[in-house]
């Protein structure tokens, strides 16, 4: 499932930025976006345009195990590949809105 | 005095030469006439002499397909027939541990309809957060992956890392993209607007 949205934010270091947005999401949801090894399971993906004052985001938590879902970089369609290290997320999907309180 | 000699009389045979009373060299210097236009050039056919009107401006004089006369042409443009270019000033970060596309690094490559005739370079620049991860980058004609590169980084102290990849392709109007992916952690694309400016282009080279 994919979180898009946009926030008037900025940052200095778009790296450190990133890493803050997976652990608040780690932290108020039971998912694994952080993949200590290459051999480990992931849940979901973030990634992040950090274009100064309208940050675009686009959150990903998968709904089926051993397909990735991303964003098309023109069309916004969603892109399904086939990948053995994404699992399932079985919890319940949080809201748009929940996604977006982290802020 | 005309070519009658003007004392009455037939013009002897004679030839233009620089023996004395031959007739003498003609002076083509602002003196001999001819039915020409402005700007003519002459030429011969084998038997006569030809008038070669002149050209419109920027054309060039060659030889004509038969290597038998000159002719006015206009030249080709010469250098690349087409560019695209693009320099995103955003910075991408992803954590996908498949390649995603980055944001603003799409481009449409030139349609020649020709094979192997399209040059495509990125350049790049990237960090990733922590150390036993990589950054992974490729490039990619449509759906297929034309070159591939990644950065190993032992993590965010080694600061950035810069690269480039560079291929040929067929240029056929497809979207060339640029798309990148770590292991499971944090990976920047990163720009800086005084220090780097990646930036994808395409061009038509043959």
């Known amino acids: 499932m994919m979180y898009k949205f946009t926030k008037k934010i900025s940052c200095d270091d778009p790296t450190q930025c990133c890493e803050d947005i997976i652990n608040k999401i780690e932290t108020k949801f039971p998912v694994k976006i952080h993949a200590p090894t290459k051999n480990d399971f992931v849940n979901g993906h973030i990634s992040i345009n950090h274009i100064n004052e309208e940050h675009q985001f686009w959150i990903f938590i998968y709904?089926?195990?051993?397909?990735?879902?991303?964003?098309?970089?023109?069309?916004?369609?969603?892109?399904?590949?086939?990948?053995?290290?994404?699992?399932?997320f079985n919890g319940t999907f949080p809201s748009q809105k929940e996604i977006e309180s982290i802020f | 005095m005309g070519f009658g000699g003007g004392g009455g009389g037939a013009l002897p045979n004679h030839e233009h030469t620089n023996i004395a009373l031959d007739g003498g060299p003609l002076d083509f210097v602002n003196t001999t006439i001819a039915s020409l236009s402005a700007g003519s050039t002459t030429f011969s056919d084998g038997n006569a002499l030809q008038e070669l009107v002149i050209g419109t401006p920027a054309q060039s004089l060659v030889v004509n397909g038969l290597g038998t006369a000159p002719e006015w042409i206009t030249p080709a443009a010469g250098g690349p027939t087409t560019a695209q270019y693009i320099a995103t000033g955003a910075s991408f970060s992803t954590s996908s541990v498949t390649f995603v596309d980055v944001t603003n690094m799409t481009i449409t490559l030139p349609n020649t309809g020709g094979t192997l005739d399209c040059l495509c370079n990125v350049f790049m620049s990237g960090e990733i957060a922590v150390a036993a991860d990589m950054l992974m980058w490729r490039l990619v004609k449509d759906t297929t992956a034309l070159v591939y590169s990644e950065f190993w980084l032992t993590g965010a102290a080694e600061g950035l890392k810069a690269g480039a990849m560079s291929c040929l392709c067929d240029g056929d109007g497809d979207p060339c993209k640029l798309q990148m992916q770590t292991f499971g952690n944090t990976g920047t694309f990163r720009v800086s607007a005084t220090e780097q400016t990646p930036c994808l282009s395409a061009f038509a080279v043959g």
């Not at chain 1, 397909?67 to 970089?73: C, F, I, M, Y």
């Not at chain 1, 069309?75 to 990948?83: H, R």
């Open chain 1, 63 to 88: 709904s089926s195990s051993g397909v990735h879902e991303s964003a098309h970089g023109i069309t916004e369609y969603v892109i399904e590949t086939k990948n053995n290290r994404v699992k399932k």
